[in-house]
T-cell receptor
Framework: DSGVTQTPKHLITATGQRVTLRCSPR?????VYWYQQSLDQGLQFLIQ???????AKGNILERFSAQQFPDLHSELNLSSLELGDSALYFC??????????FGPGTRLTVL | AQSVTQPDIHITVSEGASLELRCNYS??????LFWYVQSPGQGLQLLLK??????LVQGIKGFEAEFKRSQSSFNLRKPSVHWSDAAEYFC??????????????????FGTGTKLQVIP
């Protein structure tokens, strides 16, 4: 158990819908990272937050957005969902800029 | 731009045999290197990391990796594989200058992974 929690574990929805994925980092970790893992794209970095502020952006689509709240939990919002958005979404947290601790992931299925 | 290549998509080894998973990186400065393992249905777990010092790094679960700057490689090894080692393994590279920088941006690039199958 990494100490990072993600909810829900599984999510099934339809194209065009909007979903919110939630992440609670390890106690004391101020950085939160979001990744997308799909069979064809591998593990892709989406976005990083540090203490409520966006720190870096990776391959995140405009339909996706994220935020980190004062209690340090983070949410990833995915809208206008397409079939190709079906993937595992991981959250990771870290204290400093080195080792990241990954959550168990949320499996999103878009039908 | 930094990049990581894991040339083997899938490897099969017999239980008790030795294992070496290959990783080659591209980075313009001193890299910060990681190996993560992902068991089915799980998140990624750090096996080991290299930042500086001894180029042979020991990790958890009996794994070790050797940093070879001249070959831009960071191969993962285990002398005797157990059935429970069946998983997917990811090599990753980051910027050593940002290591341990609290609040900093550390772009970590992951390889495409190597799936390890262990046969009896």
């Amino acid at each position: 158990d990494s100490g990072v929690t993600q909810t829900p574990k599984h999510l099934i929805t339809a194209t065009g819908q909007r979903v919110t994925l939630r992440c609670s980092p390890r106690s004391g970790d101020l950085s939160v990272y979001w990744y997308q893992q799909s069979l064809d794209q591998g593990l892709q970095f989406l976005i990083q937050y540090y203490n409520g502020e966006e720190r870096a952006k990776g391959n995140i689509l405009e339909r996706f957005s994220a935020q980190q709240f004062p209690d340090l939990h983070s949410e990833l919002n995915l809208s206008s969902l397409e079939l190709g958005d079906s993937a595992l979404y991981f959250c990771a947290s870290s204290v400093a800029s080195d080792e990241q601790f990954f959550g168990p992931g949320t499996r999103l299925t878009v039908l | 731009a930094q990049s990581v290549t894991q040339p083997d998509i899938h490897i099969t080894v017999s239980e008790g045999a030795s294992l070496e998973l290959r990783c080659n990186y591209s980075y313009g400065a001193t890299p910060y290197l990681f190996w993560y393992v992902q068991s089915p249905g799980q998140g990624l777990q750090l096996l080991l990391k290299y930042f500086s010092g001894d180029t042979l790094v020991q990790g958890i679960k009996g794994f070790e990796a050797e940093f070879k700057r001249s070959q831009s490689s960071f191969n993962l090894r285990k002398p005797s594989v157990h059935w429970s080692d069946a998983a997917e393994y990811f090599c990753a590279v980051g910027a050593a200058w940002a290591a341990s920088w609290v609040g900093g941006y550390q772009k970590v690039t992951f390889g495409t992974g190597t799936k390890l199958q262990v046969i009896p």
